[in-house]
């Protein structure tokens, strides 16, 4: 789950952590009213959950989605040319997002961009730190031009991030005097805030560095593990629905794990590692997948109902192909859910089934005696060519 920058700085203000003040605007009367409270110069900054927002084009025309002004009318009419106008950049694709929502905030008089972030190392188990003295850019291109520029410090679990550590990390950051006292402070709360709200990853970029000496956190990523949300529900009633996939959505409702593809073939599952290969052999079988659904261990015949009604819902899927292993998961209650939706669909696409495990006999009866058009695969090879070869025919 991602949320928005100015949700961020909502986050940033409960564990106090430094940053510069603002709030979101829904309209353009609120941004002008924002930015009267503020004064001074002002930043306007579209909210949607993508990145190079800066370089990006509306479609109407408008050219990038970060602008500095002057007065509450100027921020007015920015508000105008980005709320509900379809901003694209390199990382929304030329589909774009459309914006709902501004962040509007007092500009700051930049002197030094840095880079602070703390990630989950899943090799180790523990959390690490990630900083760099190159700020405001991509790390990943500091990681293949400058490697030398990145400071990777690991964090005790246990223990924590610890003083003399946030110290070394400011140090290596050319932060010192107040600003190592501003730093040390900074990454200490950051690092209680990605413990307490099971962040996945908290990203700081750009961290500035101001001409009035203070240390800012200027803007920021968050992903948090989906699964500690049950314990996080301030953190849910963040969710933005309408910056995710409606199937992903849809999916989530019915805790089943879904992310939409580029290609044809569907895939219905049970288990991450089962549908991870099924993908690897439809693309070894010259087919290409359209999503990965894991519908879990102990999938009930309403979720394998609702799974074929999200898969039927993207346009591009010619072709099904349903691969169980039948560990936990009883063979039989899958059998019966693809039957009852096929029928409630009025399935008129290619099907091919894959059942194998626990009572695989009685659901190989289900459908053998369910009278609709579907063909059974051996093995999961099997089943791979026999849907790949039913859609280029159909």
């Not at 100015?6 to 930015?35: C, I, M, N, W």
């Amino acid at each position: 789950m991602n949320i928005h920058e100015y949700q961020a700085r909502e986050l940033f203000a409960k564990f106090h952590v430094a940053t510069q003040p603002g709030s979101v605007a829904f309209t353009p009367d609120e941004a002008s009213q924002v930015a009267a409270k503020l004064g001074g110069k002002i930043v306007v900054k579209a909210q949607i959950h993508a990145g190079g927002r800066g370089k990006g084009t509306f479609k109407n025309g408008f050219k990038g989605g970060v602008h500095l002004c002057d007065t509450p009318d100027e921020a007015k009419d920015l508000a105008t040319n980005m709320l509900g106008q379809v901003l694209v950049t390199h990382q929304t694709g030329p589909e774009g997002k459309e914006v709902g929502k501004i962040f509007v905030g007092q500009a700051v008089d930049i002197t030094r961009e840095l880079y602070f972030a703390i990630l989950l190392d899943r090799a180790t188990s523990a959390p690490v730190v990630i900083a760099s003295t190159e700020g405001g850019v991509d790390i990943e291109a500091v990681a293949e031009h400058s490697p030398e520029k990145i400071l990777r410090l690991a964090v005790n679990p246990f223990l924590g991030l610890q003083p003399y550590q946030t110290r070394l990390i400011a140090a290596k950051l050319g932060l010192t005097g107040k600003l190592m006292t501003q730093a040390s402070k900074l990454f200490t709360n950051l690092y209680r805030l990605f413990l307490e709200s099971d962040c996945s990853m908290v990203e700081v970029n750009p961290l500035v560095v101001t001409a009035q000496g203070e240390l800012l956190a200027l803007d920021a990523k968050f992903n948090f593990d989906d699964n500690a949300l049950y314990r996080q529900p301030a953190i849910v009633a963040m969710r933005d629905v309408t910056e995710e996939d409606p199937r992903e959505v849809a999916a989530s409702e019915y805790a089943l794990n879904y992310i939409g593809l580029d290609g044809n073939i569907a895939c219905l599952v049970n288990g991450a590692g089962l549908a991870m290969a099924t993908m690897d052999i439809i693309q070894y079988a010259g087919g290409s997948p359209a999503n990965f659904l894991d519908v879990g261990g102990g999938a009930t015949k309403e979720q394998v109902a609702a799974a074929f009604r999200i898969i039927l819902g993207d346009p591009n899927v010619k072709g099904i192909l349903v691969n169980i292993f039948g560990g936990i998961m009883d063979c039989n209650i899958i059998a019966t859910g693809i039957v009852e939706a096929a029928r409630e669909t009025s399935l008129a696409i290619p099907l091919v089934v894959r059942l194998e495990g626990n009572n695989v006999a009685a659901g190989k009866k289900t459908l053998a005696e369910s009278g609709l058009s579907l063909v059974t695969g051996d093995d999961i090879l099997d089943a791979a060519r026999k849907i790949v070869a039913a859609v280029a025919a159909h």
